[in-house]
């Protein structure tokens, strides 16, 4: 099988999440990085560019140009990684999705409700796949989860517990040079959400991504802990389902002692789930009224869904670098079948521009909600 | 030392707490049990009396009866432990402490507002002391927690995140003969809260006691997920303080898989703590910027807070029964001080009829707060 | 039910396990402790036993003059406990079994394997009983993992591994005035074994109570890490049983990190199960082929064995004090059933003389094992 | 920077490793997999070879065409990754390191100490780099603990505690169909240990990467408990080292409930360190005296030797395969700089055949202890 062509847009060097897009992209050989506009210093692109082994002549000043260019070319890319913060999310996937060129964008989708939709209504016309990297969801136990889940083995859903806890600008990171704080707490760059837009979406998605269902309402208490800071770092939030489960998420850069302790707790009437992203090649299942049972990845409880993007045998921990992969692999289980004008093959699952409005619409509702003393917004 | 004679109101046959108290009471050795009114049901009350292997003659029928006898009695009870429902908590309190007799009373305070602003009145006039066995803060590593919070070792306080999470009600155990479950979801014996007086206030307490602070506004989402159940088993609460930290509360008796999961975190600007009480030996604390650190019961990180409480070397566990009696020791130590004349002894601690009084308007708040749409009460 | 009247010879201020052995006799109502000779210094006698508030008349110098006179009293202790170093255990055991007094003795059984025998003669031919405290076989999930053995849940047995690590004797602690590591690292009072003895023999008695089975031949290579210690201060010991099972046996007191770890893994040719003491209240069961089970104290998956020793809900941990209180309140029963003539009640379990003997041989062994380069020395 | 070109023996088609390792090379990017010789079944080479996009003129039915041929190539291969069955790695790797191609070979190194002693050889003539994957060493928690003890921050080393244990091999696999079990299982190729050979030589190594150093005497008990299995599927190796340090080393592939549980406890004279591979991102740190510490991958404890293998954020876990790839980001650096005629760069470890060597060693050790009723054998 021939790996798919891809380019990159951002991810040049000082980035974080261009270099973990590209780890992801590699690993189970899928697709193959030839071209990238990797910053829009055209003096770091071409350094940067060199770094990763590019073709001189795929190197570009300016994602335009790379879209117009490859999209000529005969063995030009097929799919392009969007990894620019959020607020240069739009612009790039539209021209990319005008030409018939996939896209795998980071999330959330974009800065503001008002690019999220104009994006969602190219991506809606356009002849190409718009894949969004909640890579939370590519983990095989977070695949069990949900299918379990769906499987009513919870039984009817009462109640979706969701946080998501780092430490990391306990301080002001943004006012000593870090380039990854300054943007993430700079509206401009990230939209109105902070800790809710850069690690609170996830938590949302994955959330609704196991539960199959998303809240028809909330109410959220946003706060800057640090001094002069923009946006929020921490945010509490009460949800409300439909079929009448409750449940809370909480997103906080402020917590000591926390890296990525993003946490889904789930339970229904007949039994509960708990998961953490710390430790996430287990999974733990108590059917109420039985001892409760550790599901491991590639361990006997895990079945189809697990099982079909697990790579090694279990108590080999798959970790966040696989998860990721998973994303892109099943981006190009995807974009094969489509391009070949089938349908997508059974069992593939990625997060769609759909998941990226419902992120974004969650972001909104918590602001709305906030603005009028954490008073319930519909969503 | 001689112990000192306890009495007991409710803990008879068939009864929970009563029977945790009476452990609680000897393991230090400080208190006798030497009398009863074990049961409202005079048979019961007798059987219950002779199993506890009580003189016959003070075994009682009614507390009125005990509490006028046994304080004519020259080696009378010098302390009552207060066992039944909330409902029957105010009415023997009132009458032992008439009588200068010292009360050890379970929780919530009452059932009602009105019953714990008479009792505290009553009590504030007692020539007895009022103890409330808000068991959780006779932990070690909670004592301990609280003293690093007073030391300023975590900073300003900004986050507190507090839960308390069972299972046993997750089905209608009230309808298919639990006792335990029938008076806790009886708004007649449990009061107006389910879940968040049963659970809600321990954990409450707990937080406030580790803070050194209680909210000054809050937000409540109650829920009875069981069909017909007229009291809450599901509690989600936003909390604000007047410093500005903020908080959220969890407290639920219908999530699969969890047995008696109080848990604590609680973050300032220069640290991070987080307890558990299903590993109650171990406490972890994050300064920020650095490793975290496991401090344990009887290890080297263990102040003099900690120790003062502990009775065993590390890696031994102590427990639940422990943390309880050292709720009894505490109020031991305080009532020898108490009728020799003398103030306090330094470093002891237990919670007080306040504590009661900020439990009951926590419960009052929520289901305030629930009735208006999950709106902010202030506390 | 009236409490049975105890005597405790050692345990004067300043001593360890007597306290502990004082709660644990209290903690379930079934011992009143009345009479001690608890220092063979007369001065710290009268003193502790005041501290402990008992009658000056029944403070004793010397364990034989209680022994004699205890006996004769009407009300004389029916009940001693022997809490003094390994090479006082043996002359007061049998003091008070020739009197008909029964004996709950600390471990190891004797310092030399010939005092063992003598006590075990004696014992044998005693009107009372000899109950060993190897409290660790307290522990309600030790009861249950026994019991699942017995009952065939894991199979054949095949491997069994245990271990008791602790740190505190890391540097030379007898050195700098410990009393407790003093005569732990004293040949005269420990015996042969050092670590062996102290805990090496609580892990012995721990794999055998739940595999049902000891070994036949083991090897032993014994350590002094400290410069000057005469005892071992690390054991690694490879077993042998007669049914083909393997096992090693690792203790130490140098291992820094470790408080009290004391750990059981059990692998039969159906299943595994693991079991650590510094978390008690749980135990891990594998089915082979299937997921791991987490049985808890009080849980769903708790049998009969592990219930009857139980005092309070899962989730709620019971400790060190409550399993070393299981054995007391296990040699109530038994003695109950003895002084009015019955058979063991049914489920009752306590540590026996013959646990100490085997205890006791096994130390020898490993001595012998070790003198001669750690070969095979047959049990 | 330029791939390396890398060609492959073994892991054709149903093979487990091969696939391991092709993960393992592409992560970081530093190789291509160009050319491969992925099974002696030409039908199933050629498949193999086309499933993974290989150009049909370099997929061989022999290693030895391959390697003759690649050698003429001028873009052919600079290394070759073996990863046959154990008996088969000897052969093509003195083939392509006499061409001067690099190896990367699969552990243990070969079947017989004859063909490691051959290999040994050739490897110190050739003009090529042999790299042996004990893929553990790849951790980064693993270099900080080995740079920890290199710092002396555990003072002397006095215990090693090491285990790898399994499950898989609890039933008899190997006459059920499970291809891994065969050869595992069978002397012909795996050699004269099973559980020795495939996962004891990785604890092996493990203990003595961190350590520092390695046993100077062993005494090993070697069983095999599934009934007509010739080789161990036990170990229990009791290990002395020369400074007068001990430790045991415990393989087992029949204890249910296991997955992959590599463990590594190292204690000095000034503190101990804990690892354990199924939890790979954490190293616990207890400096005698002191709180236990948290060491992170990514956190603040972590220093130099640690980062330098590290690829993202702490609390994003990277696991096995992330590992395994370390290894082979080592050999591409030690690979270009072999090949550019300098010294290997600072802070590159690798595996080494002399660690191969040691692990042989380790093996015939342990098989010649057991036959001799596991009495020490020298090292």
Chains 1, 2, 3, 4 share one sequence.
């Not at 005969?74 to 996937?93: E, F, L, Q, S, Y």
């Not at 895990?302 to 970790?319: N, S, W």
């Not at 997508?344 to 918590?366: H, N, Q, S, W």
Request: charged share 20%; hydrophobic share 40%.
């Amino acid at each position: 099988m021939t790996a798919i062509n891809l380019g990159m847009v951002g991810g040049g060097q000082g980035a974080f999440i261009g270099g973990v897009h590209r780890i992801a992209a590699r690993i189970d050989g899928e697709f193959r990085l030839v071209a990238g506009a990797l910053s829009s210093t055209p003096e770091k692109a071409r350094a940067s560019g060199a770094e990763l082994g590019l073709d001189p002549a795929r190197i570009y000043d300016d994602y335009r140009q790379m879209a117009t260019r490859e999209a000529r070319l005969k063995d030009g890319i097929r799919a392009v990684a969007i990894v620019t913060p959020n607020h240069m999310h739009a612009g790039p996937a539209i021209e990319f999705l005008k030409r018939g060129i996939h896209v795998i964008c980071d999330k959330p989708l974009t800065a503001t409700m008002a690019e999220a939709r104009k994006l969602a209504k190219v991506a809606a016309e356009a002849k190409a796949l718009f894949i969004l990297t909640h890579n939370y969801t590519g983990y095989p136990m977070v695949r069990q989860a949900r299918a379990m889940v769906a499987a009513g083995e919870l039984g009817k859903i009462r109640l979706v517990q969701v946080e998501y806890v780092q430490d990391w600008l306990t301080e002001a990171a943004e006012a000593s040079g870090s380039k990854q704080a300054e943007w993430r707490t700079d509206p401009a760059r990230s939209g109105a959400g902070g800790a809710l837009g850069d690690i609170g979406t996830h938590a949302y998605n994955l959330a609704a991504f196991v539960a199959g269902q998303e809240p028809e309402a909330l109410a959220a208490d946003l706060t800057s802990f640090v001094p002069g800071r923009p946006l929020d770092d921490n945010a509490h939030v009460m949800m409300r389902y439909a079929g009448g489960a409750k449940g809370t998420l909480w997103a906080s850069q402020v917590a000591p002692g926390n890296e990525n302790g993003l946490r889904l707790r789930i339970y229904g009437e007949k039994g509960g789930l708990e998961w953490s992203q710390e430790d996430p090649n287990r999974l733990w299942f108590t059917p109420f009224g039985q001892d409760k049972r550790l599901i491991t990845r590639g361990g006997a409880g895990a079945g189809f869904d697990a099982q079909r993007v697990t790579r090694i045998p279990g108590g080999h921990p798959e970790g966040y670098l696989e998860a990721f992969a998973t994303i892109y692999t099943e981006a190009a289980r995807a974009i094969r079948a489509f391009d070949a004008g089938q349908p997508k093959p059974e069992g593939v699952i990625y997060p769609t521009i759909e998941d990226g409005l419902r992120g974004m619409r969650f972001v909104e509702a918590c602001v709305q909600s906030a603005k009028r003393n954490a008073s319930w917004v519909l969503l």
